[in-house]
């Protein structure tokens, strides 16, 4: 359980906030770049950390990103203008750069000294992996920009989508590092036994704190001479990284990949869910056609989505399409995809879960551990020091890794030389 002081803490992301200044010392993914196509297309909405702004690519294809209303009489900037390496107000004319500099002021006479003093606000932007990210803290405390193993894959070896969750962002992050769930939410076969989720649904866990958050191994028995371990990654705040050599399946799969997500609060009740997967292997790209595939597989497919939108058709006013005959002879949930499952359970608990209702497991080390990191950088922000997993070197080099391990292997051992960066 935790008290509800520190759930508080903890969920609440606005300007001031304890979460809110935490998160705001770590570069945030702001949108997908392919909502910004094209340079001087058309701007796009973005709400991030209960701050409203809006997104642009401007001519030399920088992006900008600015405070959704005009700094003059606070016209909203997205129906502006987007010009000349600027974006124009378009109730009176003033249009500023990617900087937040005001480039014109045509209501005003051309020797006005306001051009110089007007400025719109903004927030550095840098595109990386498929995601333009944005750093939202205070200047002097700005860490170089991420730089994650999957952000230095190639384009032909990775894939990234978008989905919108109706919740905090805790509830979201929580069930990814919940390994234990899997074995019983996402069971989508009630016939097939050879199923590692089903083998074993009691996974041991073990949590080990890092310089950027911390790895947490999940070991299932499968069979009376081997193991099935799986090693997850935390970095902070609101990653995982979690990998499908094996991924329950019990075999490999034609195209190797490591996937994960990154949970980025809208406010206090929404979240943006960037969905990130690559291949491990150097030599092996991830065709876009598999990729699409998965997602399709997992529920979030561009035909699960509400047109125009990041939202699921699948939600809570369709009870997430659920099946109660497919429920009783053939699946756990009779929800279909495991991303929709997962929906179904965390937007279900509620906006923002009352933590202190809790009775918490031994499966559940990881969730207690992510909730102590957590605090803890929100008293070290407070005391003016750098929270974990906010210098790039530190995550660089994080990497997942499942396999079977024999009886008499360590997994430390056998995964020795697969928990090393590739790229």
Same mark, same amino acid.
């Given at each position: 359980?935790?008290? +509800? ?7 609440? /992301? ?18 997908? =770049? ?82 110089? #003093? ?20 205070? #200047? ?28 905090? $962002? ?53 069979? +009376?001479? @081997? ?28 195209? +190797?990949?490591? &996937? ?13 869910? $960037? ?13 876009? =056609?598999?990729?699409?595939? $998965? ?24 009870? $997430? ?20 499952? &997962? ?37 070290? /922000? ?5 929270? #974990? ?9 994080? @990497?997942?890794? &499942? ?14 030389? &697969? ?5």
């Amino acid at each position: 359980m935790l008290k +509800p002081e520190d759930n508080e803490r903890l969920t609440r /992301v606005g300007p001031g906030t304890p979460a809110g200044e935490l998160f705001r010392r770590y570069w945030q993914p702001a949108l997908l =770049a392919s909502e910004l196509p094209e340079n001087d297309g058309a701007p796009v909405r973005v709400r991030l950390l209960s701050e409203d702004l809006v997104a642009f690519r401007d001519t030399n294809g920088k992006v900008g990103l600015v405070d959704a209303y005009c700094p003059h009489r606070r016209a909203p900037m997205f129906f502006g203008r987007n010009e000349e390496c600027g974006l124009r107000c378009v109730y009176h004319g003033w249009k500023f750069d990617v900087n937040g500099d005001c480039a014109d002021m045509p209501s005003e006479p051309g020797d006005t000294p306001l051009k110089a #003093k007007a400025k719109i606000k903004s927030y550095p932007t840098y595109e990386a992996g498929g995601i333009i990210w944005t750093y939202m803290g205070p #200047k002097d405390k700005q860490p170089a920009p991420p730089n994650y193993e999957w952000l230095r894959a190639p384009a032909t070896h990775r894939y990234v989508s978008k989905s919108e969750s109706c919740c905090n $962002y805790l509830q979201g992050l929580e069930g990814g590092l919940d390994t234990a769930h899997v074995s019983f939410l996402h069971r989508n076969n009630l016939g097939d036994k050879t199923w590692l989720g089903a083998q074993d649904g009691a996974p041991r866990i073990e949590v080990e704190l890092t310089d950027y958050g911390y790895y947490y191994v999940s070991t299932r028995n499968s069979g +009376p001479d @081997r193991r099935y371990v799986r090693v997850y990654q935390y970095i902070m705040p609101f990653q995982q990284i979690r990998s499908n050599v094996l991924g329950y399946a019990g075999k490999r799969p034609d195209v +190797p990949k490591f &996937d994960g997500h990154l949970w980025a609060p809208v406010d206090d009740h929404t979240t943006n869910i $960037y969905n990130f997967m690559y291949s491990y292997s150097p030599e092996i790209p991830l065709p876009r =056609a598999y990729a699409e595939n $998965y997602e399709s597989y997992a529920g979030r497919g561009a035909e699960h989505f509400i047109p125009g939108t990041f939202r699921l058709k699948a939600n809570p006013s369709n009870d $997430y399409f659920i099946d109660r005959e497919s429920q009783k002879h053939h699946t756990v949930t009779g929800i279909a995809g495991v991303n929709t499952q &997962d929906m179904a359970l965390q937007e279900g608990m509620g906006p923002i879960v009352d933590r202190s209702k809790e009775f918490l497991g031994t499966t559940d080390r990881a969730i207690v551990a992510l909730r102590r990191l957590l605090l803890e950088a929100t008293y070290a /922000v407070e005391r003016g020091e750098t929270p #974990k997993g906010a210098d790039p070197v530190k995550h660089a080099n994080a @990497r997942a890794f &499942d396999d079977f391990v024999p009886g008499d292997q360590t997994w430390q051992t056998a995964f020795a030389q &697969d928990l090393q960066a590739k790229f």
